[in-house]
């Protein structure tokens, strides 16, 4: 089994870099995924391992073995040193364990619809890592078909949505483009555009989420570009009562999310 002990390891300099840099996790068409959870759900996602690294004194050899008879053959395994775990690390608490994972395609080409009514999670633009990871993570929690991300600001495996999303980016569909694509994604699939505005908008509670729906959502400053409210189906607020006239995206869409699943009466778990 190979060991790296020395933090001036090329290789090793290389993994910085990928949990650093988004041009090199583009470059090279990997990227890092931190503790035991994450990497669990990596698997569950399909995802192609190259290497899995271990920190010995916190994650043991077995615990190893039976990681590796879950991903792919060809997953090289290392042995790295405490001094070494703790410089590639972006959190304190991962379980002594650290995998370096292929990237997948996001195309919309490559998104499936599953079934006839199908509901879609669209964010436009969002910039924060830490908002897009909570609205994978509501998306999860809901059970969402397919989460849409127009105009990215980011790329997906930024470690901070990873972190975020607790891995749920992992095993949600999640499809990428512009908004323009996106909007004719879902036009030629019949597929009603809910967008949250605050003019020409009616009440969540009093609209019909039970076709094939996509509720929009766009950043808290800003709200959505003039290209969603134009082509939008139907416009929906959530009514405030106090000084503010918004709220977080992640809770605006989990909001918005749970009434069409309350509508669909298809919940399957309570939290």
């Known amino acids: 089994m190979k060991e790296i002990t020395s933090i001036?390891?090329?290789?090793?300099?290389?993994?910085?870099?990928?949990?650093?840099?988004?041009?090199?996790?583009?470059?090279?068409?990997?990227?890092?995924?931190?503790?035991?959870?994450?990497?669990?759900?990596?698997?569950?996602?399909?995802?192609?391992?190259?290497?899995?690294?271990?920190?010995?004194?916190?994650?043991?050899?077995?615990?190893?073995?039976?990681?590796?008879?879950?991903?792919?053959?060809?997953a090289q395994i290392i042995s790295?040193?405490?001094?070494?775990?703790?410089k590639l690390t972006y959190r304190s608490s991962t379980e002594g364990v650290i995998a370096v994972v292929k990237t997948k395609s996001h195309s919309l080409e490559d998104i499936e619809f599953k079934k006839d009514t199908p509901l879609i999670l669209v964010a436009e633009a969002p910039e924060k890592p830490g908002n897009i990871g909570a609205l994978l993570r509501?998306?999860?929690?809901?059970?969402?078909?397919?989460?849409l991300i127009a105009n990215p600001k980011t790329d997906l495996y930024n470690p901070n949505i990873i972190r975020s999303s607790v891995g749920c980016v992992f095993t949600t569909s999640v499809g990428m483009g512009s908004t323009t694509e996106i909007i004719s994604f879902l036009k030629e699939r019949n597929v009603k555009i809910f967008c949250a505005a605050l003019s020409a908008s009616k009440p969540y509670t009093e609209v019909s989420f039970k076709e094939a729906s996509a509720i929009v959502v766009g950043t808290e400053d800003e709200g959505l570009t003039d290209e969603w409210l134009q082509n939008s189906n139907q416009n929906i607020i959530i009514p405030m009562e106090g000084v503010i006239d918004s709220m977080n995206v992640s809770v605006a869409a989990a909001v918005l999310i749970f009434e069409a699943k309350r509508q669909r009466g298809n919940n399957k778990k309570s939290c």
């Open 138 to 147: 509501t998306a999860d929690a809901a059970g969402v078909d397919i989460v």
């Open 80 to 86: 790295i040193s405490k001094e070494v775990y703790e």
């Open 8 to 74: 001036q390891n090329p290789f090793i300099k290389q993994l910085i870099l990928l949990r650093e840099k988004s041009r090199n996790r583009k470059k090279e068409g990997v990227f890092i995924v931190e503790g035991e959870r994450e990497i669990k759900l990596a698997i569950q996602g399909n995802y192609i391992f190259e290497t899995i690294l271990f920190q010995k004194e916190i994650f043991s050899q077995d615990e190893v073995k039976l990681l590796l008879s879950k991903v792919n053959k060809e």
